[in-house]
């Protein structure tokens, strides 16, 4: 079993009433990882995906260890058959089945290199280590996705929610740099196997995501419109995916302010973080009691948890 994409559950209802029993009771399983590690590859920065990880992974008793591969790791070549006389000094399909042989379970971090889109679709990195990795691989943000990410969002609106049917928006916010869309796409995609919630994407006009992922989500290009009577407000920041990894927008009239928030339905602000304060989003609004950034990223834990119980269960 692999993990590389929220839509790879098959009951999200289920996966969240289990996280949150994790949660309650995080050391239960901690045998269950005895004698059994994650490596855990990173070419990419990360605070919470590295700890909220591996924090699960010794909550199951798990060994772990951690490389941060961009920058310590051999360059690598993902194409089959380049005769390797440029920079790349190793083939994925030697490095990942070497790893292989020395854990159980890869989790890997690599984002959209943002330059070339159709290699950013194609997933070079996390597919390189899918096709020739002899272990299960986890996805922790990847090209085009962040599943351990959405995985959190569902069990925080889960704890969150205080109606049948809440209404949740995800909201573009300006960032001075170019950032993936992968946050976002991930959260769509866990919208869109949410029963009881209506779900708005709002965004400037020209910055639509791929619309395979968005499919039939409803989009609405006024912000104050699509904050009226939410419940949930997610705010992300992504660079623009028609004009590929451009930043064509800082309209700071999307920042996420207090005023904005008062159309909701006294909402509850939620962020992936990191976050760039007054940028994306107002001190007022962040420290506000309805912000729950910090417990969305305390359930990283038991998001990353849960996936990685799974796969151990499965494991020969
Ligand atoms: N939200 C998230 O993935 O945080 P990090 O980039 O710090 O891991």
């Not at 050391?27 to 990173?42: A, E, H, I, S």
């Not at 310590?72 to 058959?81: A, M, P």
């Amino acid at each position: 079993m692999n993990y590389t994409s929220i839509k790879e559950i098959d009951s999200l209802k289920k996966w969240v009433k289990q996280a949150l029993k994790i949660k309650k009771d995080p050391l239960k399983n901690q045998r269950l990882g005895k004698d059994k590690t994650l490596v855990m590859l990173f070419f990419n920065p990360s605070l919470r995906t590295r700890l909220s990880t591996q924090k699960a992974a010794i909550n199951l008793g798990m060994n772990v260890m951690v490389m941060n591969f961009g920058a310590e790791g051999w360059t690598l070549e993902f194409e089959d058959g380049t005769i390797m006389n440029q920079g790349a000094s190793e083939h994925i399909k030697e490095a990942a089945e070497v790893v292989s042989q020395y854990c159980d379970i890869i989790a890997i971090r690599a984002f959209a290199g943002l330059t070339d889109k159709e290699k950013d679709n194609a997933e070079t990195v996390l597919s390189g280590f899918v096709k020739y990795a002899t272990v299960p691989i986890v996805n922790m943000e990847s090209a085009t996705g962040h599943p351990l990410q959405s995985l959190a969002d569902a069990i925080t609106m889960a704890e969150f929610k205080t109606k049948h049917k809440p209404k949740v928006v995800l909201t573009w916010a300006p960032h001075p740099k170019a950032l993936p869309q992968a946050v976002a796409n991930s959260f769509v995609e866990m919208m869109q196997l949410q029963r009881d919630m209506d779900f708005v994407i709002t965004h400037p006009v020209g910055y639509e995501l791929n619309p395979e992922i968005t499919k039939d989500s409803v989009i609405e290009y006024n912000q104050d419109k699509a904050f009226e009577n939410a419940d949930f407000i997610y705010a992300k920041n992504w660079s623009n995916y028609n004009d590929y990894g451009k930043v064509t927008n800082t309209d700071e009239n999307w920042t996420v302010t207090a005023d904005k928030m008062k159309l909701t339905n006294n909402a509850k602000f939620m962020h992936c973080l990191p976050v760039r304060r007054n940028v994306i989003v107002a001190d007022e609004v962040i420290d506000s009691e309805n912000s729950i950034v910090i417990q969305q990223a305390h359930n990283r834990t038991y998001s990353a948890q849960l996936v990685l119980q799974k796969i151990l269960k499965r494991l020969p």
